[in-house]
């Protein structure tokens, strides 16, 4: 069993940059998979990023790519999602994922989520 942890959000204006960091719990992480997803208000979750548990491999949803950027630290259990250039169509609850049924968009645990708001 893992949980995830997601923090960092918050409120930003466009333009501007924010770090969202995921914090696991469990031994495991550092073997599994990770993703980020993102629900806006109204809308389907979408897929953002994901990074494979070796680091050698990454995908990004065309939308983001260019201004985010996936990472982790195996050794602190932890994954991020750096956010650059933002728009305010990123606004969004953003969800990381681990251990991939079928990556980079499926997985078995989830976070609860953290608010990221963009300003115009």
């Known amino acids: 069993q893992v949980q995830l942890v997601e923090s960092g959000g918050g409120l930003v204006q466009a333009g501007g940059s924010l770090r969202l960091s995921c914090a696991a719990s469990g031994r495991s992480f550092s073997s599994y998979d990770m993703g980020w997803f993102r629900q806006a208000p109204g809308k389907e979750r979408e897929f953002v990023a994901a990074?494979?548990?070796?680091?050698?491999?990454?995908d990004y949803s065309d939308s983001v790519k260019g201004r985010f950027t996936i990472s982790r630290d195996n050794a602190k259990n932890t994954g991020y999602l750096q956010m650059n250039s933002l728009k305010p169509e990123d606004t969004a609850v953003y969800y990381c994922?681990?251990?991939?049924?079928?990556?980079?968009?499926?997985?078995?645990?989830w976070g609860q989520g953290t608010q990221v708001t963009v300003s115009s």
């Open positions: 990074i494979r548990w070796s680091r050698d491999n990454t």
């Open positions: 994922a681990a251990q991939s049924t079928n990556w980079p968009r499926q997985y078995r645990y």
